[in-house]
Each structure stands twice: as structure tokens, then as C-alpha cells.
């Protein structure tokens, strides 16, 4: 059975970091491309980050140069480096791995406020 678990979420003040952990069990992770999308409330669900099982990593443009994807394969890890967080950054964090099956973890909650 495939699991997810996610952890670092939290609440932040504007201009603040957090980095977010995603651990994979179940399945042989370097074979799978990993992502993290985010949900705020009243809005869809868009995809963050992505990094595929060769390296190659893709951002949304609004937070290009302030988050950071990265994956530890050795510990079938994959994190989310976030920086210079932003009040619009506020939202339900989702780790995602991929490949011909895509398997979703439980969410967790970033806030970022004054």
C-alpha cells in the first residue's frame, strides 16, 4: 500500500521560510516523478513544483526564485524549500508522485500573515 506523509506545514509572517517533507512508503520511489501543488480556499488546485525522476524541475511562475524542489531518493523523500514567503502563498500544500499511477498525500496547512 502506497503512503504519503507530509509534514512542515505551519504559520509563518510575510517574508518567512518553511520547508515542507513528503514521505513515500510502498512504492520504489526513484522510478516516480514527484510535484507539490497547492489549494488555497476558493480556488483550484495548482501545481508548485514538479521534478522528474531525470532532475528536470519546473516552477509556477509565481514562485520562481523562492521555492526550491528537491528529492533525497535514498530516503524516498521529496521537500519543498519555501522562501520570502508571501500572504498569497497561503494555502493546503499536497505532495504528489507520479508516473503511470499518481498517488496524493494528505495535505498540509501553510499560513502565511501578519
Known amino acids: 500500500q502506497v503512503q504519503l506523509v507530509e509534514s512542515g506545514g505551519g504559520f509563518v509572517q510575510p517574508g518567512g521560510s518553511l520547508k515542507l517533507s513528503c514521505a513515500a512508503s510502498?512504492?520504489?520511489?526513484?522510478?516516480?516523478?514527484v510535484a507539490w501543488y497547492r489549494q488555497a480556499p476558493g480556488k483550484q488546485r495548482e501545481l508548485v513544483a514538479a521534478?522528474?525522476?531525470?532532475?528536470?524541475?519546473n516552477y509556477v511562475d509565481s514562485v520562481k526564485g523562492r521555492f526550491t524542489i528537491s528529492r533525497d531518493n535514498a530516503k524516498n523523500s521529496v521537500y519543498l524549500q519555501m522562501n520570502s514567503l508571501k500572504p498569497e502563498d497561503t494555502a493546503v500544500y499536497y505532495c504528489?508522485?507520479?508516473?503511470?499511477?499518481?498517488?496524493w498525500g494528505q495535505g498540509t496547512q501553510v499560513t502565511v500573515s501578519s
Open positions: 504528489n508522485i507520479y508516473s503511470l499511477r499518481s498517488y
Open positions: 510502498g512504492i520504489i520511489f526513484s522510478r516516480y516523478n
Open positions: 521534478l522528474t525522476s531525470g532532475g528536470i524541475t
